[in-house]
C-alpha cells in the first residue's frame, strides 16, 4: 500500500510512522525546506501520552518537557489534573518541535521518506488510486492524507469549504524569561481589558499569551516586548519580571471545521480539517488523535482485511470530537475575554464553586485532556497489567489485543492475543471495539477484523 500525507507536523509524522511500521509506503510532502524552531503548541495531554506510549514514545517526549499537574485561572479558580485515571496525570508543556522531532526519527526508523520543499499543487483521483501533483512532479499513491495545516492545499484541490469565523484577533505570544515567575502552575488572568497566560517550560523559559481589548490590530504589526509586558502587568498586577525574549509573534485564531473529513480516497486530519481557539491546549493534540484513529483503519485496508465501512468511521469518530472540541476551547475562550466586570467575578466565583463539585471537576479535566473522550461504539481503554506487560505496552505492535481465556484461529497479524478470564478486544488506538463473553469471540471477530485466514 502506498499513502502520501501532505505535511510533516506532529500529526503527518505520527501517521507515517504508523503506517510504515504496518509495512506501507509511505512519502510525506512538506513545503518547509528546513526545520522550523517556532512553535505554538506546546502542551502535550494525557490522552495524547497515552497514545506515545502505545508507541514506545512517551518517555522520550517526556523528557522533553516539564509535567504541569494544577491550572491556576483567574487567580481563584483551581482545576487539579492530577486526579486524571491515568498513567499521566498532569499536561505536559513542551514545544511543538520537540514532539515533532520525536515522531519524524520514528517515521525514518519506521522507513519512511519525507520530501522537503515541496507543495501540492493539485489532486486527482479514481477507484483505482490517487495522483498527486506537486511543483516538483507528481505522486502516485492508493491514499493521500491532507495534514498540511489550515492553509491546506489538499483541502482546497478537493474544493471543500472551511466554514466558521474569527474567534479571537491579535493574539501577542512570546516566549521569555523572568525574574520572578509564577509557580510551576500554568497561570491564567484577566481583568478589565486585558487578558494574559503563562506556562513553565521548565528550563528556564516561559510561554506567554496575552490579548489587549483596547488593542486590536491585525497580524502583520510588529510586536514589541514592552506591549506585552504591559498587558501581562495589567492582568496578573506584575510581569513577573519579564525580561529575555526568544520570540515574539501576533496572530488571530479562527474557529473552522471541514464538513468531510473522506472525500474518496482522500483523508483530511489535524488543522487541515479543523482550527479552534488556543484555549485548553487542544489543537496539537486533537490532530495527532486522527492521525492515531485513521492509522490503523488505513493499515487495515492495505493488508486487505478491513471490514466494509471501517474507513467511513474516520468521518464518524472524529468529526464529532472535533465539534466537542471547536465548543468546549472556544467556550473557554469566551469565559476568559468577558468584558464586564459583574460578568467576570460571576465567572470566577461560580466557576471555583462549581470546580469543587467532583462530576463537574472530572468533566472538564476529562474533555481537555482527552481522557474523558469516547467514541459511541468503541470507549477509551485504561491501561491494564497484563501478565508482565502492560496493555499499552502490547499494543506497540499496532494490532488488536483479544483478552479472551484461548486464542482464535485465523487471525495472525492481526491481532495479540492475552489469555484473561474476560473478553474484550481493544483496537490499536486504545479503544474497547468489544467486550463479551468467549462464546461470542468468533463473531466479534468477524465483525471487527474480517474473516480469519
Not at 485561572?73 to 498513567?87: A, I, K, M
Not at 519524524?104 to 507543495?119: M, N, P, Q, S
Not at 462530576?359 to 508482565?388: C, F, H, M, N, W
Request: hydrophobic share 40%; proline share 4%.
Amino acid at each position: 500500500m502506498k499513502t502520501v500525507i501532505a505535511g510533516a507536523g506532529p500529526t503527518g509524522l505520527l501517521l507515517a510512522g504508523d503506517l510504515a511500521a504496518a509495512g506501507g509506503e509511505v512519502t510525506v510532502l512538506e513545503r518547509r525546506s528546513g526545520e522550523s524552531n517556532l512553535t505554538r503548541a506546546f502542551a502535550v495531554h494525557a490522552r495524547t501520552l497515552e497514545q506515545f506510549d502505545a508507541r514506545g514514545i512517551a518517555e522520550d517526549v517526556i523528557a522533553t518537557g516539564t509535567k504541569v499537574e494544577r491550572l491556576r485561572l483567574f487567580g481563584h479558580v483551581s482545576v487539579n489534573l492530577g486526579t486524571l485515571p491515568s498513567r499521566f496525570p498532569y499536561v505536559l508543556i513542551t514545544p511543538q518541535y520537540n514532539v515533532e522531532r520525536i515522531l519524524e526519527e520514528r517515521a525514518l526508523k519506521a522507513g519512511a521518506r519525507i520530501v522537503r520543499g515541496t507543495t501540492v499543487t493539485g489532486v486527482r483521483q479514481d477507484e483505482h488510486g490517487v495522483e498527486v501533483g506537486t511543483d516538483g512532479g507528481t505522486h502516485a499513491a492508493d491514499w493521500l492524507v491532507g495534514a498540511d495545516g489550515a492553509r491546506s492545499a489538499v483541502r482546497r484541490a478537493l474544493g471543500l469549504d472551511f466554514p466558521g469565523r474569527s474567534a479571537v484577533r491579535s493574539l501577542m505570544l512570546a516566549d521569555v524569561r523572568m525574574a520572578e515567575p509564577p509557580a510551576d502552575v500554568i497561570s491564567v488572568s484577566a481583568v478589565g481589558s486585558a487578558f494574559a497566560f503563562v506556562a513553565p517550560f521548565g528550563d528556564g523559559w516561559y510561554r506567554v499569551f496575552a490579548w489587549n481589548r483596547e488593542h486590536q490590530v491585525t497580524d502583520d504589526v510588529p510586536l514589541e516586548l514592552e506591549e506585552v509586558r504591559a498587558t501581562v502587568r495589567a492582568a496578573f498586577g506584575t510581569d513577573f519580571g519579564l525580561g529575555e525574549c526568544r520570540w515574539l509573534s501576533r496572530f488571530h485564531s479562527d474557529e473552522r471545521q471541514v464538513e468531510r473529513y473522506r472525500t474518496g480516497r482522500v483523508f483530511l486530519a489535524g488543522d487541515a480539517a479543523h482550527v479552534h481557539s488556543p484555549a485548553g491546549g487542544q489543537g496539537m493534540n486533537t490532530g495527532l488523535q486522527d492521525a492515531a484513529n485513521l492509522s490503523w483503519k488505513l493499515a487495515a485496508a492495505g493488508a486487505g482485511w478491513a471490514p466494509a465501512g471501517l474507513l467511513d468511521t474516520y468521518q464518524t469518530e472524529r468529526h464529532a470530537v472535533g465539534r466537542t472540541v471547536l465548543r468546549s476551547s472556544g467556550g473557554l475562550i469566551r469565559l476568559a475575554l468577558l468584558h464586564s466586570r459583574g460578568a467576570r467575578l460571576g465567572r470566577d466565583v461560580l466557576g471555583g464553586l462549581a470546580l469543587h463539585v467532583p462530576a463537574v471537576q472530572r468533566k472538564l479535566t476529562g474533555t481537555v485532556s482527552g481522557i474523558g473522550i469516547d467514541y459511541d461504539d468503541a470507549p477509551r481503554q485504561a491501561d491494564l497489567e497484563l501478565g508482565g506487560a502492560r496493555l499499552y505496552e502490547r499494543l506497540r505492535a499496532g494490532r488488536h489485543v483479544l483478552l479472551a481465556p484461548r486464542a482464535p484461529e485465523g487471525y495472525d497479524g492481526r491481532l495479540i492475543h492475552v489469555r484473561h478470564e474476560h473478553c474484550a478486544l481493544v483496537r490499536p488506538d486504545g479503544y474497547t471495539a468489544w467486550t463479551g463473553t468467549e462464546g461470542d469471540v468468533a463473531v466479534a471477530l468477524r465483525a471487527h477484523l474480517g474473516d480469519p485466514r
